[in-house]
C-alpha cells in the first residue's frame, strides 16, 4: 500500500556520510594527501586546472581528491570555487616567446633554433606495465643540462619572415569572457578560443579527430608544440607599471595548415592555435585543429557540414560541465510529465479504438 | 543561520545585480528570453541552477521561501535546493503554498491559487520553445524577432493529422501578450491556464542555457491551438485517492504487481491541507492504516 | 573627490540591495504602483529613490547618463564612489537619471535590437509628485486599468508602438517609485 515517501533530507544525509566513507576506502590503507595527488598524479591536476579555469594545482589536487578521482566532477568543484573569487584585476597577456621552454617540437622543421626538446613525454614509451611502479621504489633521476639561454623563437616566426603564413591582426583590446557574459552567436575567434580552452578535453580530441579523418580536413601540421612555464605581469594602478606576481605553465600549440589564396592574394598557409594550462598537449593539439576547422568562413573556404566547422554545434556543447549536469538531470523525477504522457496516450489509444480506422491518415 | 563564509543568498553582489537587471528587462518584455550571464552553481546544471540564481536575486531576509519539485516538498532536489538558502540566505522556509512568499518549482504550479505578494521562480531545462523544430540558437532569435512562428503551428497541426490530437502533453506552448511564443518550462499542460492573469509574478530561470524571461501579474497568456481543436488541459480522469479533490493534478502510483494503482495530488501540500480539513478519498482509510503501522 | 560622495550609501549592501530590488521589480511588475525605496541617502537634488536604485542596478557594466538636472561633481562622485558605473552620453547609457526636461529627447536613447529587444535603457525620471491618477495604464501587470501621473502622454504612447522594442520607465520622487515599462498602454484622460 502506498505511503508518500517523505525523509528526503534524512535520505541526502545518509548518501552524504556513506559517500565520505567510500572516498576515503580501506582505512588500512593510507590515505592520500593533497601533495601526494599534486605532485603525482600531476597531469590529472592540470586537466582540472584547464577545464576548471582556474590554475591553481593545490586546489585542483584536492577537488581531485574530494571528487575520488572523478575529473569531470573535480571540475565541476573548481568551476563552483572559482564563480565566488572576487576579481581584483586583469594580467597583461603572457607573452609564450618568453617561455621556459620544458618541451619544444616541431613537425615541420628536422631542426630549428631553439632545438627540438624532448621533455617528459610518453610519446615513446613502449606502453607495457611497469610492475616495479607496483613497488615502493627509489626516485628516479634524469640527467640535466644547462638551460637554454635567450628566448625560444616560435617556428611560425621563421614562416612569417617570408610571407609564407598568415599573419593574424594584432589587437589590444579587451578579448571577451564567456564566463561573465552570456555567449552571443557568432562568436569571434577569441571566444571561441576560450571555450575550446575550457572544453571537455575528449570532446575537442573528438572534433579535431573527425577534421582528421575527412569531415573538414584542414592537413594539419604541428607548426610547433611547446610547454612550459611563463611569468604573468599585472599592471598595479598605484605604481602606474607592470610587476610579475607568478609563473604558470602552459601548452601551446601552433599548427600550418593547408594554403589559401586568391587570384588577388598569393598562397599562404594558415594557423590554428592552442593555449592550455598546464602540460596538457593532447588537448593543445586538438584546440588548434579545431579552431582552424572553424575559421572556414574568415578564410574563405567552402562549409563543408562538417560538425567541427559548426561553431555553434562546437561551442554549445564543448563544456563537460554543462553536459554532464544537463545529461544526469535525467536520473531526477520526471514522473508529472510522464503522467502527462501518459494520459494522453491513453486518451489517443481509446479514441483510436472508439472510432474506426481512417484508410490513409492524410 | 546564514553560513557566514558566503555573501547573503550565496551570490556577489555584482552577479545579483547583473541577474536583477535581466529580471526587469523580462518583466519589461513579457515572455522574451533575456541572455544572461549564468554562473557555475554549486549544483550541477539542469537541476536548477537558472531558478537558484533567480531566486538568490529576489530573496530578502524577510521572504519565507518554498521549494517543489513535481509538486512535493520532499523531493529529494527540492529539500536539497531549500536547505541551500536556509544555509547561506537564512530565510524561513515552509511547505504551505500560501505562507509562502517566494516559491520555486521544477515541472508544477501549485494548485492553492496564487496571490499578489507571492514570486514563483521556474526550474526551466530548454527555454527555447521552438528549440527541438529548430535547433540552432541563431536561427530560432531571428523566428522570435520576426514573430515567425509558422514552424510551431506546422508542428501542432501535423500531431493533428497524425494522431487526431495535439500530441504535446507538457511544455505546452503558449503566447504571451499576443507577441512571444515562450516556454512553459516542463509543466503539465494542466497547469498552463493557471499562468493567464495570475496575481502572482512569475519569473523563469534556465542557468544552462543563460535565459531569464518574466511573466508579469495579469499577464495574457494563451496556450496555442487551433480552432476546430481547442486546448485541452485535461488530466487524468479520477478523484484524488487520499484526499477525495476532483480538480488537482494527479500522480499515479503502481500499487502492487497485479495492476493495482491508485492515484494522489501531486501538490502534497494541496492533499494535506484537504485532509487536515476533513475531506477524504477512496482509499485513505487504508494509507492511514499502513501510516500508522 | 569630495568626502560627501563617501556617505550616504548602504550600511549593509546584500540585504538593502535586495529589499531594494524587490521594490523595484514590484514596481517595474505593476506599472504605476508605488513602493518605497528609502535605503540611500545621495547628494541632492537626488531622490532617495533615485539613489537607491542607482546603487541596487548600476555597477562598472552600466554606463550611466546624466541629464543636465543630475550633472553636478557631487553627484557624479558619489555614482562613482559607489557604483564605478562609467559616466557616458545618452546614446551609450543603460540608465540615464534626471528630470523629464533633461532627458529629452527621450528618442536619444538605446531602445533595444530585433533580436535583442533588452539591450535599451532604463530611464529614472525624478518628478515632483507621484499621484494616483492623469493617465490611463493598461497592459501587463494591470489587472484592467490603474491611474497614473506621467509627465506627458504622447511620448509613452509613442514608446509603446516599438514593442518589443522601447525605454523602461522608473519615476522617482523623495523615497517612492513607480515603473511605466514599454509593453504599458497608455490613454490621456
Known sequence: MYVAVKGGERAIDNAHAWLAEERRGDTSVAELSVAQIREQLSLAVNRVMAEGSLYDPDLAALAIKQARGDLIEAI???????????????????????????????????????????????????????????AESEAPQASEAEPAKGQTPHITGFLNREGLIQSE?????????????????????????????????????????????????????????????????????????????????????????????SKTEPPQFTRGYGLVFGQTERKAISMALVDRALRWNELGEEDQGAPAQDEEFVLMHADNIQATGFLEHIKLPHYVDFQSELELVRKLRREAETQSMPEVAE | MTDQAYNFAYLDEQTKRMIRRAILKGLAIPGYQVPFASREMPMPYGWGTGGVQVSAATLTPEDTFKVIDQGADDTTNAVSIRKFFQRTAGVATTE?????????????????????????????????????????????????????????????YEDISQHGAIATSYAYPVKVEGRYVMDPSPIPKFDNPKMADC????????????????????????????????????????ACDLCGAGESYLDEVITDDAGGRMFVCSDTDYCRARREAGHLGAQAAVMEEEAGA | ??????????????????????????????????????????PNPVSRAAGTLILTLCDPETPVFLGNSHDTPAIRDWITFHTGAPLVGPEMAAFALGDWAALQPIAQFRSGTAEYPDRSATLI?????????????????????????????????????????????????????????????????
Do not use: W
Request: proline share 9%; glycine share 6%; net charge negative.
Open chain 2, 96 to 156: 504551505e503554498t500560501d505562507k509562502a512568499t517566494v516559491i520555486q518549482t521544477r515541472h508544477r504550479i501549485p494548485e492553492t491559487p496564487l496571490g499578489e505578494d507571492q514570486v514563483l521562480v521556474y526550474q526551466v531545462p530548454i527555454p527555447e520553445p521552438l528549440r527541438f523544430l529548430e535547433p540552432r540558437e541563431t536561427e530560432t532569435r531571428k523566428m522570435h524577432s520576426l514573430e515567425e512562428y509558422g514552424l510551431m503551428h506546422v508542428k501542432l
Open chain 1, 169 to 261: 591582426p594584432e589587437s589590444d583590446e579587451t578579448p571577451p569572457d564567456l564566463t561573465r557574459e552570456p555567449m552571443e552567436l557568432p562568436a569571434d575567434r577569441a571566444l571561441r578560443l576560450q571555450s575550446l580552452s575550457r572544453g571537455d578535453e575528449g570532446f575537442i580530441l573528438s572534433m579535431a579527430y573527425s577534421t582528421q579523418r575527412g569531415y573538414a580536413r584542414n592537413h594539419a601540421f604541428v607548426g610547433e608544440l611547446r610547454i612550459g612555464s611563463v611569468p604573468v605581469e599585472m599592471e598595479v594602478p598605484e605604481l602606474g607599471f607592470a610587476i610579475e606576481i607568478g609563473e604558470i605553465t602552459l601548452t601551446e600549440c601552433e599548427t600550418v595548415n593547408q594554403f589559401t589564396g
Open chain 1, 76 to 134: 565541476f568543484l573548481i568551476r563552483a570555487y572559482r564563480t565566488t573569487l572576487p576579481r581584483l584585476g586583469a594580467s597583461e597577456p603572457v607573452k609564450t616567446a618568453d617561455m621556459a621552454c620544458e618541451r619544444r617540437i616541431s613537425a615541420t622543421f628536422k631542426d630549428a633554433p631553439g632545438g627540438q626538446v624532448l621533455g617528459p613525454t610518453f610519446d615513446y614509451t613502449h606502453r607495457l606495465l611497469d610492475f616495479k611502479l607496483a
Open chain 3, 125 to 189: 525620471v525624478e518628478v515632483p509628485e507621484l499621484r494616483t491618477e492623469g493617465a490611463v495604464l493598461s497592459g501587463p501587470g494591470i489587472q484592467e486599468t490603474t491611474l497614473f501621473s506621467l509627465p506627458e502622454v504622447a511620448p509613452f504612447q509613442q514608446n509603446a508602438t516599438l514593442y518589443p522594442l522601447g525605454l523602461d520607465f522608473f519615476f522617482t520622487c523623495d523615497s517612492q517609485v513607480a515603473a511605466l515599462p514599454r509593453s504599458t498602454k497608455v490613454e490621456g484622460t
Open chain 2, 199 to 238: 496575481p502572482a509574478i512569475q519569473l523563469f530561470g534556465a542557468g544552462r542555457e543563460q535565459r531569464i524571461y518574466a511573466l508579469p501579474p495579469y499577464t495574457k497568456v494563451v496556450s496555442l491551438d487551433f480552432e476546430d481543436h481547442p486546448f485541452d488541459p485535461s488530466k487524468a480522469d479520477h
Open chain 3, 1 to 42: 573627490m569630495q568626502s560627501d560622495a563617501l556617505q550616504g550609501g548602504f550600511t549593509d549592501a546584500p540585504v538593502q540591495s535586495a529589499q531594494a530590488f524587490r521594490a523595484a521589480m514590484n514596481a517595474m511588475a505593476r506599472p504605476g504602483r508605488a513602493e518605497t525605496l528609502d535605503a540611500a541617502t545621495p
